[in-house]
């Protein structure tokens, strides 16, 4: 686990820890993520499935950087592939449930042991990504349900994967059209 160092992240983490946890926010992010975890157990193939977060769900309390922000449910028992955002620096917090979040830094995957217990540190339940990126999810046991914060609004935020038949290229995808 690497730590979070830098004090103005660590604060603009605590801001978004706040919004995410305030009972206002509970009533309408909950039933998203339930109905996001019903769409991903309906179709077995995909590793992952999202859907976008009205930003006034957190009042205006959000740091005027943030343009989005989304729940995202990662599969059980698999990784979520390689990804990167290179328009968007991303705020991760573990919602329910835990996994991996391993982030490439200097051409090594790092791992981030991110966890949903409200008692945890902020660096237990956070991670930070900044733009192009490559990060994965990597889940045990349980789906895993995450809240994500983007600089980008939900119709621009590009996700860019590996080309599968070409290592050399990626291609890139949005995730609303």
């Not at 573990?94 to 042991?113: A, C, T």
């Not at 930070?128 to 789906?143: A, D, E, F, K, R």
Request: hydrophobic share 35%; proline share 7%; aromatic share 8%.
């Amino acid at each position: 686990m690497t730590p979070i160092a830098d004090q103005n992240e660590i604060a603009v983490l605590r801001v978004l820890d706040e919004v995410v946890r305030h009972p206002s926010a509970q009533a309408i992010i909950e039933p998203i993520a339930s109905r996001v975890e019903a769409q991903l157990n309906s179709d077995p193939t995909p590793m992952l499935a999202w859907e976008p977060i009205s930003l006034d769900t957190y009042s205006d309390k959000l740091p005027n950087f943030i343009r989005s922000s989304w729940i995202f449910v990662l599969r059980a028992n698999s990784a979520s592939g390689a990804e990167r955002h290179p328009n968007s620096y991303q705020r991760v917090m573990s919602y329910r449930g835990g996994g991996d979040l391993q982030i490439r830094v200097d051409n090594e995957w790092r791992s981030h042991l991110l966890r949903s217990h409200p008692h945890a540190s902020l660096e237990s339940r956070w991670a930070s990504i900044p733009p192009n990126t490559w990060h994965q999810g990597v889940v045990l046991g349980y789906h895993w349900v995450v809240v994500s914060f983007h600089t980008v609004s939900d119709r621009e935020l590009i996700e860019e994967r590996l080309d599968p038949t070409d290592p050399n290229r990626t291609c890139q995808r949005r995730y609303l059209h």
